[in-house]
């Protein structure tokens, strides 16, 4: 009776920590907390275009989706539109700070055109 307690409570433990370490490394959870500590984080899944990307810069919060097309090799992203989460949290940010996001972005996908949403696109057309 005691051996199936303790197994009990060693597959208790088990699951426990496995939950834990499986929290800590969630991407999800490392997007919000960069979120909440005005980061930068960009959270892609780049096997399924089909998924958003998600990144966050300086507390404010953007998703991007992603279009496929052709280019001279394979089909690939050509296409990302970028819209904010939130148009409050864009207070304080500035030109250059879109330019870093869309650095950013072409790193990951240098054969995409980085389509901004409002009120973002205002702000590009202005300054191009």
Known sequence: ???LLQLFVLAALI?????I????????RKLEQAQNDNQYFLYDD???VRKNLFL???GAMFEGE???GS?????????????????DKLEGLEY????FIEKEIKDHYPHASIDWKSPVNELMKKRK
């Open 56 to 58: 966050t810069y300086k």
């Open 71 to 87: 280019t001279d090799r394979s089909f690939e992203v050509v296409r990302i539109s970028v819209r904010p989460k939130r148009t």
């Open 46 to 48: 780049r096997e399924h």
């Open 1 to 3: 009776m005691t051996l």
């Open 15 to 19: 699951i426990l920590v496995y939950t």
């Open 21 to 28: 370490v499986r929290y800590l490394r969630s991407p999800l």
């Open 96 to 99: 250059d700070d879109f330019m």
């Open 66 to 68: 992603k279009h496929v």
